[in-house]
């Protein structure tokens, strides 16, 4: 089992960046591939992006391809998602979740979720 907790949230302009860091407990964090998921008041919550177990693998939400990038570090048992050129578009709360192998798009397959950390994107 892993639990994770996401932080780096914040307010921001638009145009500007964020990094979100995904921080997991348990030995075994190398073995799970990472998503990231976001949800704005009232919407369903979306795919972001996400990264194999090893890192060697990542995927991206058409909307964010190109301005925002995922990696981990599992010696530190973290994962990272840099976010450049936000939008106000991308205001939402920011989820991490962990699922053993596999790579997911949709939320319902990953098991294992953070609480969230709220990313806001000013005009």
């Known amino acids: 089992q892993v639990q994770l907790v996401e932080s780096g949230g914040g307010l921001v302009q638009a145009g500007g960046s964020l990094r979100l860091s995904c921080a997991a407990s348990?030995?075994?964090?190398?073995?799970?591939?990472v998503g990231w998921f976001r949800q704005a008041p009232g919407k369903v919550r979306p795919f972001v992006a996400a990264i194999s177990w090893s890192g060697g693998n990542t995927y991206y939400a058409d909307s964010v391809k190109g301005r925002f990038t995922i990696s981990r570090d599992n010696a530190k048992n973290t994962v990272y998602l840099q976010m450049n050129s936000l939008k106000p578009e991308d205001t939402a709360v920011y989820y991490c979740?962990?699922?053993?192998?596999?790579?997911?798009?949709?939320?319902?397959?990953?098991?294992?979720w953070g609480q969230g950390t709220q990313v806001t994107v000013s005009s």
């Open positions: 979740a962990a699922a053993l192998r596999h790579i997911y798009y949709s939320d319902y397959e990953y098991p294992y």
């Open positions: 348990g030995r075994t964090f190398s073995t799970y591939t």
